[in-house]
């Protein structure tokens, strides 16, 4: 496979003086259900704003399916759907005429898609979408996203709003679309939510892409959660992090040679224990701690 | 052609108010007209004898007692104020209104080039003109033939016309100006139509700001100069044909390559 879904090569992108990104890299395969993890301010809007063309980089280069981002913004849009993070609509509108809308402005008939997917998001087409709630003004925007069967879905935190019923039905809308051959990149700062859905993901911090792996990967990092009942002291056990005391246990994040951990342990008197491996909120937080020295 | 449709659909209702409220105060003046022809040689005199402010407002130039006085002052204050106003609205909210709304995000990730919506934006922001002129034109000529008089087809024409250019001139500036904005700017459109007004009031009122009436649009629309020779004076009008084209090309320029927010 030839084709990538996204690569980005240095992006910048800064406002004025402000920072939106910062050399950025990033490679999305085609087929993927890709997470992009960050925290508020990272960067994660900026990226996708700018491969869809809304904004122009400041330097750097990127290309979606394939095509460069500055010259085919128009065929690039023509094969994606994009949710934003903020869904807004033309007030006055019924969500039907929205509908249509989008479609006609893809030259493309979706009412049959249109209706399968008001169908399982239980979305009442003859509403105005200004009397909506927030959660249904996503659900307009979920299909306006997903009704022209694109090739690739661009996501920006696109679970805001939806009761956890629709979470799961959305996503596994998600999962069939790209079992189906369609790649997903999906921005969230809800990391259980891409450690259950994506493949692969990669993490920014700041601007810039500080890890990016499988989410089997990230998660299977050399560190290790150990949780213990005895009297172990910080002071010999050099490498570990995120020393957290709860009542007579004590919990910390091992990242160093799990022999020497045995022995110090052995030394010790322990009642009780498990080591186990952390899950990916744990280890993000770290790359956010450390800013990103592992990348 | 999507879009246009789209754009018109939204714009119908405001276009149907304006349109009406400017037709509806025209017939009603020229309705009148009769009764107040009477009483006219009168007032006509008074009115030409108050120095700068019949000056100000063409009333020493224009016969207020001939139907072509009255409607060359009466067409000046309904269809040049309210059709600045709606034009200069309507160019000022094109593009920016998207980005006020939150609705350009949805727009532009649609496979539509910047161009294409530009130009589908400036397309339905002249055809709302176009409707608004073209109707209320209409309307004065069906209602002076309906008091009786006999339509003075040229100048009534000629008078509509050059309202109508100045309307198209407002809105493409109007319309470059969106290009920049974010927020909307409906202050802007209203304050640079009613400055541009004023320019002209004070530009009659003093010999030396004269310069000014080849600065505002309301310079061309002389409604005695139009109804006594029968002609626009082209220098102006070519001046204001540049401030046409200047806003079109801002508007492309600007627009083509903004950050969207």
């Not at chain 1, 406002?15 to 999305?28: C, H, Q």
């Not at chain 1, 859905?197 to 500080?210: D, L």
């Not at chain 2, 407002?57 to 060359?72: A, E, M, P, R, V």
Request: with cysteine; charged share 20%; net charge neutral.
């Amino acid at each position: 496979m030839g084709i990538k879904a996204i690569t980005a090569d240095n992006l910048v992108k800064y406002y004025g003086k402000a920072r939106g990104i910062d050399g950025l890299n990033l490679e999305v395969e085609t087929g993927d259900f890709f997470g992009f993890i960050g925290p508020n301010g990272a960067g994660k809007s900026t990226t996708i704003r700018t491969l869809l063309g809304l904004i122009s980089p400041t330097s750097g280069k990127a290309q979606v399916l394939g095509m460069d981002i500055g010259k085919n913004n128009r065929a690039i849009l023509q094969r994606v759907g994009y949710l934003p993070s903020d869904t807004a609509f033309y007030n006055g509108m019924k969500v039907r005429e929205i509908l249509k809308l989008s479609a006609d402005l893809r030259k493309k008939d979706c009412s049959k898609a249109a209706d399968e997917l008001c169908e399982r998001l239980q979305l009442d087409r003859d509403r105005k979408v200004e009397d909506l709630s927030f959660g249904n003004r996503k659900k307009v925007g979920i299909v306006c996203a997903l009704q022209h069967d694109p090739e690739l879905l661009v996501l920006d935190e696109p679970t805001g709003g939806l009761d956890p019923l629709m979470q799961h039905e959305f996503f596994s809308i998600l999962q069939e679309r790209n079992q189906n051959g369609a790649t997903v990149f999906l921005s969230s700062h809800i990391l259980s939510e891409i450690q259950r859905h994506c493949s692969r993901a990669a993490v920014i911090r700041e601007g810039k892409i500080i890890a990016c792996d499988s989410v089997d990967k990230l998660s299977e990092s050399s560190a290790r959660r150990v949780t213990l009942r005895g009297n172990v002291r910080r002071e010999d056990l050099p490498k570990c992090r995120d020393w957290k005391e709860l009542g007579d246990a004590v919990s910390f994040l091992y990242s160093g040679d799990i022999n020497t951990l045995i022995r110090t342990l052995s030394a010790a008197d322990i009642q009780d224990m498990t080591i186990a491996e952390p899950d990916l909120e744990e280890i993000v937080l770290h790359f956010y701690e450390k800013g990103g020295e592992q990348a | 052609m999507t879009l246009i449709r789209h754009e018109l659909k939204r714009g119908w209702k405001a276009l149907l108010i304006w349109t009406l409220a400017i037709g509806s105060f025209i017939v009603i003046c020229l309705l009148m007209y009769p009764e107040m022809k009477g009483q006219m040689d009168n007032i006509s005199s008074i009115f030409s004898s108050m120095g700068a402010f019949s000056s100000a407002f063409g009333l020493d130039t224009l016969d207020f007692g001939s139907l072509k006085g009255f409607y060359g002052i009466e067409c000046g204050n309904i269809l040049g104020i309210g059709g600045a106003l709606f034009a200069a609205l309507l160019g000022i909210g094109a593009l920016a209104n998207e980005e006020k709304n939150g609705t350009a995000e949805f727009l532009l990730t649609h496979p539509k080039s910047r161009t294409e919506i530009i130009t589908a934006k400036l397309a339905s922001v002249l055809i709302q003109i176009v409707i608004l002129n073209l109707v209320v034109w209409l309307l004065a000529v069906a209602s002076t033939a309906a008091i009786g008089e006999a339509v003075p087809w040229k100048e009534f024409t000629l008078l509509h016309l050059a309202y109508f250019l100045l309307q198209i001139e407002l809105g493409c500036v109007c319309f470059g100006i969106s290009a920049f904005l974010w927020k909307g700017g409906m202050g802007i459109g209203l304050g640079l139509a009613i400055a541009l007004y004023f320019m002209n009031i004070i530009a009659n009122l003093t010999e030396s700001a004269d310069f000014l009436n080849y600065i505002t649009p309301f310079g061309y629309c002389d409604g005695s100069a139009i109804m006594n020779k029968g002609v626009l004076d082209s220098c102006r009008l070519l001046i204001g044909l540049a401030f046409t084209l200047a806003g079109v090309a801002l508007a492309y320029w600007k627009y083509t390559k903004k950050d969207i927010r």
